[in-house]
């Protein structure tokens, strides 16, 4: 089974950028629908980003659209999250996602449900 690593989290002030990698063990991450998930204290997980097999369809929540963009890169077997324009609501621990689905509708991909393997986590602490 697949395993994924985030990295990239960290301490920014309101207004600062951040990017967040997401690392998978295997080549069958390449036909896999990947996302984004955040989870602060006390806050059920929240979706954030999605993005298909081939990278042609991205979705994003109402929250961080504009602000947030993410990418994969299928030969390096990680997705991106390029967070900009931070705020103090973004603070969270961000997870990534991988779906055995390669043909995930993007109407189903804000569904944590539709996920199968998930990583462990990095946290993003954003100052005002």
């Known amino acids: 089974q697949v395993q994924l690593v985030e990295s990239g989290g960290g301490l920014v002030q309101a207004g600062g950028s951040l990017r967040l990698s997401c690392a998978a063990s295997?080549?069958?991450?390449?036909?896999?629908?990947m996302g984004w998930f955040r989870q602060a204290p006390g806050e059920e997980r929240e979706f954030v980003a999605a993005?298909?097999?081939?990278?042609?369809?991205?979705y994003y929540s109402d929250s961080v659209k504009g602000r947030f963009t993410i990418s994969r890169d299928n030969a390096k077997n990680t997705v991106y999250l390029q967070m900009n324009t931070l705020k103090p609501a973004d603070t969270a621990l961000y997870f990534c996602?991988?779906?055995?689905?390669?043909?995930?509708?993007?109407?189903?991909?804000?569904?944590?449900?539709?996920?199968?393997?998930w990583g462990q986590g990095t946290q993003v602490t954003v100052s005002s």
């Open positions: 993005i298909s097999w081939s990278g042609a369809r991205t």
């Open positions: 295997e080549r069958t991450f390449t036909r896999s629908t």
């Open positions: 996602a991988a779906s055995a689905n390669p043909l995930m509708p993007s109407q189903a991909m804000g569904a944590p449900l539709t996920y199968n393997v």
